[in-house]
């Protein structure tokens, strides 16, 4: 009877064991903090885009001006703008930015304030739903440097 107790109980820290260490070892998502209009279709688009590839998102239902002042705050300036703003590991994320080039920008950790697409281009994700009718415009994501100028991080020549 005590052996079989004993038994058990080895069994059941092992267990323990193995779920503890495969915990420690299964990465964290990134969180993504969103800034958007409550009402923009895009944007919701774009969060489920982060969702199913493998981020966590956190939403805050805002207007223009305290997404324009979360923008500024945040080091990016105007002109990168477009209809939500993000942050992840450090980086500010504007616009609709592809859930690939944010998984690149964490990898390499650049010096810069973050990546942006500009405006709101027809094919970029949260922007290719059934309502665009398969339409792709070309775009760039930018990596914008901390002194307000910015690089091409990728182009997506359609």
Known sequence: MQRRILLQSATSLLTLGIAT???AQSPAKPTVEVWKSPTCGCCKD??????????SVTTHEVGEAEKT?????????????????????????????????????LKERPKAVGIAVPGMPIGSPGMDGPEYGGQKNAYS????????????YKSYNV
Do not use: D, P
């Open 46 to 55: 774009w969060v489920k885009h982060m969702e199913s590839n493998g981020f």
């Open 141 to 152: 994501v930018l990596l914008v440097q901390r002194n307000g100028a910015s690089i091409i």
């Open 69 to 105: 002042a979360m923008r500024n705050k945040l080091g990016l300036v105007n002109k990168f703008g477009s209809c939500h703003t993000a942050l992840v590991g450090g980086y500010v994320v504007e616009g609709h930015v592809s859930a690939e080039m944010v998984h690149r920008l």
């Open 21 to 23: 260490h495969s915990l």
